[in-house]
């Protein structure tokens, strides 16, 4: 892509040298982590689940997480950048203190389900905060084909949101 055009590019540098696209690709970086090891912790989770329902908003919150894994590996490959994972201490946090609340809550229990949609909404909320800030970034540089990835899978995470907002109310809690 040439940014010889793009407004927020000043002249006689390139997209990839300047501070808000070293700290974009950051960004994405984090957000990779983040969606790579939630994949890896969510058939734990799923497990823990006593609610069939909850069982499977969490089996198609990890068909997600997949996908979007895949789109972060595909806005990689747009901005010509290499696919890496830089850790995500946030989401590490947020996973370790749900291990907590399956630890700290009783086998079977609609507390132990309470606990993890509690969990799991706050993963949701880090990475619906961390996809809007991302998008506006992309949008910012002209990342047009990256932001509508990213659009794509904020979309999807405010769905999620709206899913698991509705089993609490529903009776979970």
């Known amino acids: 892509m040439d940014h010889t055009n793009n407004p927020v590019t000043p002249a006689g540098y390139k997209m990839e040298d300047l501070p808000l696209h070293i700290f974009f690709l950051s960004g994405l970086q984090d957000i990779y982590w983040a969606e790579n090891h939630l994949a890896e912790a969510m058939p734990e989770i799923m497990q823990a689940a006593t609610s069939q329902e909850l069982k499977n908003a969490i089996s198609f919150h990890l068909d997600q997480t997949q996908v979007h894994a895949k789109r972060l590996?595909?806005?990689?490959?747009?901005?010509?950048?290499?696919?890496?994972?830089?850790?995500?201490?946030?989401?590490?946090?947020?996973?370790?203190?749900?291990?907590?609340?399956?630890?700290?809550?009783?086998?079977?229990?609609?507390?132990?389900?309470?606990?993890?949609?509690?969990?799991?909404?706050?993963?949701?909320?880090?990475?619906?905060?961390t996809y809007a800030g991302l998008l506006?970034?992309?949008?910012?540089?002209?990342?047009?084909?990256?932001?509508?990835?990213?659009?794509?899978?904020?979309?999807?995470?405010?769905?999620?949101?709206?899913?698991?907002?509705?089993?609490?109310?529903?009776?979970?809690n």
Do not use: P, Q, W
Request: proline share 0%.
């Open 136 to 172: 506006a970034f992309s949008h910012l540089m002209g990342h047009k084909e990256v932001s509508a990835l990213l659009e794509s899978t904020l979309r999807e995470e405010e769905k999620t949101n709206a899913t698991l907002t509705d089993l609490a109310d529903g009776g979970i």
């Open 73 to 129: 590996e595909e806005a990689f490959e747009i901005l010509k950048e290499k696919a890496k994972e830089t850790k995500c201490k946030a989401m590490a946090g947020i996973l370790k203190e749900v291990a907590n609340f399956v630890d700290e809550t009783k086998e079977g229990s609609a507390v132990r389900d309470a606990a993890l949609i509690l969990g799991i909404r706050k993963v949701n909320h880090y990475e619906m905060a």
